[in-house]
């Protein structure tokens, strides 16, 4: 059955969706250049409570392809891949400062129009890592406009300003959270989600993505890590 299936559909990389030569998700190429984010860069704080927050990858290439394919081509399959990471940066950095993991909700619209919620198959996927399940632990309140249509911060925090409740507060309170999404840019949507998680009683919020940031570029065009 497996072969029958590789035939029908062969395998590809999560990231750049190229076939598969060898067994696996992901290609040689992809592999051995993926933009990890070290040290200093994979850890920053955001929003005016300052969240912690773990970035596993810089928003370059071929991350950025495979995040898309994820979100806009209906590549579902790729959050499994992309879990990895994020559960391997999120062990690295936050261990211990957590235990239990949701994710930032799309609104229901945009859930209907894409046929799921990548940061809730991304968490789900994570959390299975350890051997424990993902909480849906909030609710977007109102559709917004995609962030990625905005550029100034400030409008990007008014978007998502007041966008998130709790859905079940005897399930939030006196706990520590996990906050899992795809793509954080200026950490506007991070930060109106864990604000309330916080609202809703959480003992505490951190913060786990699977890309962001784009690399530095020299003036020759050769990037810097």
Sequence with gaps: MAVILDLLFPPKCAFCGRLLERPGDVCGACEGSLPFR??????TAIGENRYAVVIALYYDGMVREGIRALKFGKKSWRAKVFARYVAQAA?????????AVTYVPVSLRRNFERGFDQARLL????????????????RKVRHTRAQSSLT?????????????????????????????????????TLSAAADALM?????GVVCAVLAGGRRKVEESG????
């Design 152 to 188: 100034d911060p400030s409008l990007r925090a008014e978007n998502v300003k007041a966008a998130y409740r709790v859905l079940r507060p005897d399930r939030v309170r006196g706990r520590r959270f996990l906050l899992i999404d795809d793509v954080c840019t200026t950490g506007s």
């Design 38 to 43: 070290e040290e200093e860069a994979a850890l």
């Design 123 to 138: 968490a789900e996927e994570t959390a299975k890592i350890w051997g424990v399940k993902a909480e849906p632990s909030l």
């Design 222 to 225: 050769n990037q810097i890590p």
């Design 91 to 99: 062990a690295e950095r936050l261990g211990g400062a957590f235990d």
């Design 199 to 203: 609202e809703g009683g959480a003992a």
